[in-house]
């Protein structure tokens, strides 16, 4: 993975980074590199160590628990001295609203109680907060009222808003669109890319949701502690077989057997299964196989209901790599019960 | 029998020191300070003529001065000073001719009720430290936005300075309405208004601390609501209102004089009763009860774990 050097305009730098508790290594080995005003997005599964990654950058591990070399906004959270300044330079949006609001103060009194922690000015303070609430359509009839009283998404962006208030370098985001209804998390997320366009705020956005992918710059993948890509979505998606062409096959009874039937074609890559009767599959030298694919099905009496192609997004990409990881590590287990002389069925 | 020695005989009396008047000019003073500072429990004044009165076979004039601060002990008091006359008329062989003459000492005016004053300050102690207690005993283990504040220059020990300005400044203001209050209901205080505020102060900010203390240390509401329960019933069983302290077991009077209330208390009564000064060894020792938790809520806030 080719990791971009660092440069004058790089917000966040890791290289090497190891994390360790006691004998457990949580992080092994991640290194990358993000430049102002980019939308990081970090994917991955529970325990991939994307948390544990951004306890790193936002000094809440200390030195002791881990290794390599880590630089935010210009600054080393190695060193104790620095954790004042580096504080200052970011910001932090919790996943849960209660964390990060008083529910029984009013959005103003809340952006006072943060703003004061900053050293900032009151008066640039309320117009700070009030450009904010503009940009996140917080309507201002709410701005006196308590947080308790208002929405859960005005509650999620009033959160975004405070994380802002003293406008930070990096902005941090754990979970943005956890817990909002589908129809919102796009809101949510076209919010994100309008403060990101408005203030040139770098954003690091550690989440679950893959559709957060659609704002990202660049988007990181981890498993179990390890970067297994660094790149923008268009990237990686193009490094796909064929550029990232998927045929989407309907099959009547899919059942693991017609998955396997699949698989068995020479040139298939990835076969992903996306519904109850349908997959995606990937392949080297897509337009030239996939009527060969076809026509191998046919012969193999596998009863095709329709089918499509298109180019796989950001959800495939993320299946297939971590499918991968998965496959990798059931042949590294396998050959290891295999050189101890177990037995393979 | 000399009389004196007789009221050394008695077990219900412990003579602290004699005095003779007539050249000791002070005596009475100082008997009266040994009683505001409880070293003494009652004063017995012999008349100077006292022999020759017996001599006459006029009736003995006995003046004792008790204690009145504890409406409880008035009676025992008295009751030990007859002892002593019994002693003597038995020894010396005399018509049992003796006049005692009782007087309370720090007995409050008419118009106000004794047994009111007396409870009030009992009322006021755990009321004071409770107070304390209460308010501040959920004020970090229940507040959500602490571990994200964190993530902010801001630091903990400011944080938590924050957490004491504030809650001393509410605790001044209880303070306060609790001194006039009490007033406007009756109460009678011997002593200087501003000392039995300090006095309230110093046990609320103890009970404030151990609020704290609670808060920093619990890792849940439910620890910290427990926490207060059975802390305040230690508080209040070892506080030597409901049980004396010199009657527990030596490992209870430690534990009981390590503890505010076994201070605040006697401290509240000294100056509402007795007119006593605030600064005192009951007063140093609540505060530094008091600086001794802050210390240790700071240490434990400061090493406690916050992730966001």
Redesign the interface.
């Known amino acids: 993975m080719e990791i971009s050097k660092p440069s004058d305009n790089s917000m966040v730098l890791v290289e090497n980074l190891n994390v360790t508790f006691g004998k457990n290594q949580i992080v092994h080995d991640v290194s990358f590199n993000v430049k102002q005003g980019e939308i990081i997005g970090m994917f991955g599964i529970s325990g991939a160590g994307k948390t544990t990654i951004i306890?790193v950058l936002?000094?809440?591990i200390e030195k002791k628990n881990w290794s390599g070399n880590v630089v935010v906004t210009g600054l080393n959270p190695s060193k104790k001295k620095n954790h004042?300044?580096i504080?200052?330079n970011?910001g932090?949006v919790?996943q849960?609203e209660?964390?990060?609001?008083?529910f029984e103060l009013n959005p103003m009194a809340n952006v006072e109680?943060?703003t004061s922690?900053?050293?900032m000015d009151k008066k640039k303070a309320k117009e700070t907060a009030e450009k904010l609430f503009k940009i996140l359509d917080i309507p201002e009839d709410t701005w006196k009222k308590k947080v308790s009283q208002m929405s859960g998404g005005e509650k999620k962006r009033l959160s975004m808003a405070i994380g802002l208030i003293h406008n930070p370098k990096v902005l941090f985001l754990?979970e943005p669109t956890t817990g909002v209804d589908a129809s919102k998390r796009y809101d949510i997320l076209s919010y994100l890319k309008k403060l990101n366009q408005h203030l040139n705020t770098t954003m690091f956005i550690i989440t679950h949701d893959l559709e957060a992918a659609l704002i990202c710059d660049k988007t990181a993948i981890l498993r179990q502690g390890k970067l297994l890509e660094f790149d923008t979505p268009q990237n990686l998606i193009s490094s796909l077989p064929s550029g990232g062409l998927v045929a989407r096959i309907s099959i009547e009874n899919l059942d693991q057997k017609g998955i396997k039937t699949v698989q068995q074609f020479n040139s298939v890559k990835n076969v992903l299964r996306v519904g109850n009767e349908t997959i995606e599959v990937l392949m080297e030298n897509f337009e030239n196989n996939l009527p060969k694919l076809m026509k191998y099905l046919f012969e193999n009496e596998v009863k095709i209901n329709s089918m499509s192609r298109d180019i796989a997004n950001f959800r495939r990409l993320f299946q297939i790599r971590i499918q991968e990881e998965e496959t990798k590590e059931n042949e590294v287990d396998i050959s290891e019960i295999n050189s101890e002389g177990g037995i393979i069925s | 029998m000399k009389y004196v020695e007789a009221v050394n005989s008695s077990n219900l009396l412990n003579l602290i020191q004699f005095f003779n008047a007539s050249e000791e000019i002070y005596a009475m003073e100082t008997a009266r300070n040994y009683l505001t500072s409880k070293k003494i429990k009652v004063i017995i004044a012999i008349p100077v003529d006292f022999s020759e009165l017996l001599i006459w076979g006029y009736p003995g004039l006995i003046d004792c001065i008790s204690d009145s601060s504890d409406i409880k002990k008035i009676q025992e008091n008295l009751n030990a000073v007859y002892d002593s006359i019994k002693i003597f008329v038995n020894q010396n062989n005399l018509t049992p001719q003796f006049e005692v003459i009782g007087n309370e000492e720090f007995s409050i005016p008419e118009g106000y009720s004794f047994k009111y004053n007396y409870n009030m300050v009992l009322v006021l102690s755990f009321m004071v430290i409770g107070v304390g207690m209460v308010s501040t005993i959920l004020i970090i283990v229940q507040e959500?936005?602490i571990?994200?504040?964190l993530?902010?220059?801001?630091k903990r020990a400011e944080i938590l300075s924050a957490k004491y300005i504030t809650y001393t400044s509410i605790l001044i203001i209880q303070d306060l309405s609790l001194v006039i209050s009490a007033l406007a209901f009756g109460l009678y205080v011997v002593g200087s208004l501003f000392d039995l505020f300090l006095a309230l102060f110093i046990l609320g900010f103890t009970g404030l601390a151990i609020g704290i203390f609670i808060s920093t240390f619990s890792k849940t509401k439910t620890q910290a609501n427990q926490l207060f329960f059975a802390t305040f019933l230690v508080l209040i069983l070892l506080s030597g209102i409901f049980i004396p302290i010199d009657a527990m077991p030596i490992y209870l009077q430690i534990i009981a004089y390590a503890l505010p209330l076994s201070h605040g208390s006697p401290l509240i009564t000294g100056i509402v009763t007795k007119g006593k000064s605030v600064f005192g060894f009951d007063f140093f020792t609540l505060l530094g009860v008091s600086v001794f938790l802050v210390i240790i809520s700071f240490i434990i806030f400061q090493r406690r774990k916050y992730?966001?």
């Open positions: 306890r936002t000094c809440q004042s300044k504080l200052s970011i932090y919790p849960l209660l964390l990060n609001l008083y109680v943060f922690t900053y050293g754990d | 959500k936005p571990a994200r504040l993530l902010t220059p801001v992730e966001v």
